[in-house]
């Protein structure tokens, strides 16, 4: 068989946001295809300039391959350094006083080569230089390919917060290349997939299913397996983003386990879980909290976390959490409206919804259960 007939097909999800609608081009090997990537590119940059932003990790492995893609046009690399404190107000600083020594102009379009935090931060630069130039996401973790490089959140961290200073800012198009995850360290690609078996609770359960009977190829990295979590998250992700952008309804349910996870991640310090993991453990909790309610039928709690093992991914706190500096740490979450905090909960798995009226003894319950 030729190399080219292994390959998975590319695919197309759309973001549908009437006219400023974007592309999510999924597939393998597109990097090392530079005609391929710039066919996909090609649509998204209006003049001559780009500025490519990523971190010194990604520019090693995959940054040539990219500027093999984009031969002929004007491109400058912004290299920032690799790790969550550097999407800052520092790092976004130096990316406009790059882009100004640069000379770039309006009709710039960035290109965010990497994880969720050179998106993140890309993305905010995009949606303030100039009061706004296009820009491209080409995501390199699993996390950034299934949830952050969709959507148009934006933002760098403020030392009072994560993700405190933004803006929404959709991109042209996302560019999903799975082969680079074969790079991605073990915990990293383990964390990523915790958003995926997110989107089979929160909106299929016929996902959760096939998850849980495609366990082994999913820790493998299986390629066929890949384009159809990758694709099944983008089309969940545009849905719910076409139908609320700037989350002032059921976008909120994207954030299932993410109560608890950012205060689990906020309580460790940042940097001791990564995202991804905290939000397993959050969703476990989620789980739990939603059968305390009587809302998920008791059991299915087990079910997920039994899924959340066989992907690599915790499913308990560690020792010495206190549940009143969970709940303290939780009323520091963003979804924490006029002090009263919300949960997203699941009716069942393919289902969520947001409560902020609940029975504090049912909360009480799985913070000590927990902790
Ligand atoms: P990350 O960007 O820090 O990447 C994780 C690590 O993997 C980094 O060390 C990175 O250099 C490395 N890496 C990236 N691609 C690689 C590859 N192909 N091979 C080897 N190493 C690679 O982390 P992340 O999990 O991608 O993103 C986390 C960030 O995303 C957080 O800042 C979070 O707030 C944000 N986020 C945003 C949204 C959104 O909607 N915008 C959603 C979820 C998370
Ligand atoms: N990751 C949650 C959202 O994009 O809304």
């Known amino acids: 068989m030729e190399e080219s007939a292994l390959k998975q097909a590319w695919q197309t999800v759309t973001v549908d946001l009437g006219d400023r609608s974007y592309p999510i081009y999924i597939g393998d090997d597109g990097l090392s295809d530079a005609a391929k990537l710039r066919q996909m590119l090609q649509p998204c940059i209006r003049g001559q300039q780009v ?75 995009a949606a303030t230089f100039q009061r706004g130039v296009d820009f491209v996401q080409i995501p390199t973790t699993l996390l950034a390919q299934v949830d952050s490089s969709v ?45 995926v078996v997110k989107y089979g609770v929160i909106a299929d359960a016929e996902l959760f299913a096939w998850l849980e009977d495609n366990q082994a190829a999913l820790n493998a990295r299986d390629a066929a397996a890949l384009a159809h979590v990758i694709k099944r998250s983008c089309e969940i992700k545009a849905q719910v983003v076409a139908a609320d952008e700037r989350e002032s309804g059921i976008r909120a349910i994207l ?99 947001v409560i902020d009226d609940y029975d504090r003894q049912a909360l009480q319950a799985v913070l000590a259960e927990f902790c």
């Open 255 to 353: 954030n299932f386990g993410h109560t608890f996870g950012h205060a689990i991640e906020n309580l460790a310090g940042y940097g001791t879980w990564l995202h991804g993991e905290a939000v397993a453990v959050g969703m476990v909790m989620a789980g739990r909290f939603s059968e305390c309610l009587q809302l998920l039928p008791q059991g299915q709690t087990e079910r997920l976390k039994q899924l959340l093992r066989g992907l690599q991914l915790p499913v308990a706190l560690q020792d010495g959490v206190d549940s009143s500096a969970m709940l303290q740490a939780m009323g520091m979450d963003k979804k924490a409206m006029d002090g009263k905090l919300r949960f997203i909960v699941t009716d069942g798995f393919g289902t969520a919804r």
């Open 51 to 125: 500025a490519v932003m990523t971190n010194d990790t990604v520019a090693s492995l995959y940054g040539d391959q990219l500027s093999t893609a984009l031969q002929g046009y004007s491109v400058d690399v912004f290299v920032m350094q690799d790790g969550e404190q550097y999407k800052s107000l520092e790092t976004y600083t130096a990316a406009m006083d790059f882009l100004m020594a640069k000379r770039h102009n309006r009709t710039t379009c960035l290109i965010a080569l990497g994880g969720g935090v050179v998106g993140d931060l890309t993305g905010f630069v």
């Open 151 to 195: 959507g148009g959140k934006t933002a760098v961290n403020h030392p009072a917060g994560k993700n405190m200073i933004g803006a929404f800012y959709q991109p042209q198009c996302v560019v999903v290349d799975s082969t680079t995850l074969q790079s991605l360290p073990a915990r990293e690609y383990a964390a990523g997939l915790a958003e």
